[in-house]
């Protein structure tokens, strides 16, 4: 069999699974998840091999509706990743009606022509009859190239899903060795780690304002990494928040960054973190562009 590569773009709106179905995808963790909208900012590639076979599956930012310029980019994304792939998985909720986020990506999805693959998630959580209801409700929206309900935390219908997808898939070379599972560099990897742990401890506004610039990255002939990073936050009242009461804040997540930097890299790292203030660093192109946030 000759060899195969299908490039897959992950759509839909914030916190509805994408980055969790990557991962599952993969079967490791390649994209930072929490409990909060827009935690994806720049798309990320998991690589799938299967024998001759190799899928790549692109997770976006939610599509939603921008407030400030890194908002207007992570939509910008979106918009180019559903463009020039050989499908587009348009993953819902199982709600049977279309919200405005649906609405406007189905109609992206209609101009750019690729074949797409309705993913409904979260079935785990809804009866049967909720199911059926929200596929007639797509249905008369568009046609599908495919429906695969899937519950991305459990991986119900995951492998149903990759079966789909194997349709698509063109010959020709790879586009990644066999051994790489992500796009990522490691250093950036390492950001978003720590980044995602100010996502899951701090409240509000206050991790959406942050951003985390990796400053050095070394790896010592025993194979230790050390590692520092400096966040930087929109508020010096956020840079409080994020230190807390005598540093338990930072030192807290810290903690949990250096312990999944840990198991991602498989070896000791040493972290050192810094807080700084940029105010309004959203809406500075200059900035955006610094912390790693520009088009490829």
């Known amino acids: 069999m000759a060899s195969k590569t ?94 405005p986020q649906e609405e406007a990506l189905l109609e992206q999805l209609g101009q750019t022509g690729e074949p797409v693959i309705l993913v409904i998630n979260k079935i785990d959580t809804v009866e049967k009859e909720t199911l059926l209801a929200v596929i007639a409700r797509y249905a008369r929206e568009m046609e599908f190239a495919a429906v695969v309900p899937l519950s991305a ?40 780690i720590i980044r995602e742990k100010l996502l899951w401890c701090l409240d509000r506004e ?39 009461k005598q540093g338990a804040m930072l030192k807290k997540i810290s903690t949990m960054a250096r312990i999944d930097c840990e198991k991602f890299m498989g070896t000791k790292v040493f972290l050192t973190t810094w807080v700084k203030v940029k105010e309004n660093w959203r809406d500075s192109d200059f900035l955006i562009r610094n912390f790693g946030y520009q088009d490829t």
Do not use: W
């Open 153 to 192: 935390k459990t991986g119900e219908g995951v492998e149903a899903l990759l079966e789909e997808c194997t349709q698509f898939a063109q010959e020709g070379p790879h586009l990644f060795p066999a051994d790489m599972t992500s796009d990522q560099p490691e250093r950036q990897m390492m950001a978003e």
């Open 6 to 99: 299908a490039m897959i773009t992950i759509a839909g709106r914030p916190n509805v699974g994408k980055s969790t179905l990557t991962n599952r995808l993969v079967g490791e963790k390649v994209a930072i998840v929490s409990h909060k909208p827009q935690t994806t900012r720049n798309r990320i590639c998991g690589i799938v091999n299967r024998g001759e076979l190799q899928f790549v599956f692109v997770d976006t930012p939610g599509f939603h509706k921008p407030r400030t310029k890194l908002g207007d980019y992570m939509v910008s994304v979106t918009r180019q990743s559903v463009a020039q792939v050989d499908a587009v998985l348009l993953m819902v909720e199982p709600i049977a009606n279309v919200g």
């Open 206 to 244: 206050v991790p959406h304002g942050t951003a985390v610039e990796v400053t050095r990255f070394s790896e010592r002939d025993n194979g230790i990494i050390d590692l520092e990073a400096t966040i930087y936050c929109e508020k010096a009242s956020h840079k409080g928040i994020i230190i807390g």
